[in-house]
């Protein structure tokens, strides 16, 4: 687990009440348990139900946290967040549901598992959401729709539980989260890339490897903090950067071109959103 840069409390948080569980305390479920401790929630009240929990998950049995207790052991359960691999989801729904019931919220991040199958093998009121990993360092994005039973003081909890992470978006269509887990959910990987790629490029043009590494991992960082800080939009910033008949511009001409970034980024997305729907199935 990274710890959350600049946390500051949470009121909503603090304020929560009753016994949650964690399923899962990989890279996603870390930084949701980092986050809520940072902000406030009272450690005690979490149990992590994970069946090989790193060594810094075990470490916070020292502040309160339950490891592996048993359903009767932990009594009600007023909150459930699901964080563990999709696939592995079916052998793992078959102990959480003993932890629900009709009433628990269930907020599940896993990709493609819909709400359905979430209800169908786990039960409860559930909310299925699509974050990214930048929710390790405080800066995610999560996407969030609620099934219709799940109440407003419930729907209150999972965006305070999820926004310990970042930002939080809700929808009412969970069609659109096959997308969302394509752009938000799959698009660090995509960001990682291009600074991968753009410093293959620069050693393609002769710089050496480690200095076209600092160059591209710092430009890639950078221009992402200024398209956060900016208030102009991303296309304004590109033209901002682009002198007609320059360096910049001779660039473009090729990432724009029509079998350039546009057409590959589609296609790369499709694809994710295609996977994201099989993982239902």
Known sequence: MLAMA???KSPALQQLGGNIVLAGAGKMG????????AQGLDAGDVVVIDPQPSNEIRALTARGVRINASAADVGAVSTMVVAVKPQTFSGAAEVLRGYADRSTLVVSVMAGIPIATLSAQIGGRIVRAMPNTPAAIGRGITVAVADSDVTAAQRATADALLRATGAVEWVEDEGLID???????????YVFLLAEELAHAGVAAGLPEQLAM?????????????LHRSELDAA?????VTSPGG???????????DDGLRPLMTRAVAAAAKRSKELAK
Do not use: F, I, Q, Y
């Open 247 to 257: 360096t910049t511009a001779a660039a473009l001409d090729v990432l724009m071109a």
């Open 214 to 226: 600092t160059l591209a991992r710092a430009t890639v960082a950078g221009s992402g903090e200024l």
């Open 6 to 8: 600049n946390a500051s």
């Open 30 to 37: 870390g930084a949701l348990l980092a986050g809520w401790l």
């Open 236 to 240: 304004t910033l590109r033209k901002n």
């Open 179 to 189: 997308a969302v887990t394509a752009v938000s959910g799959s698009g660090p990987a």
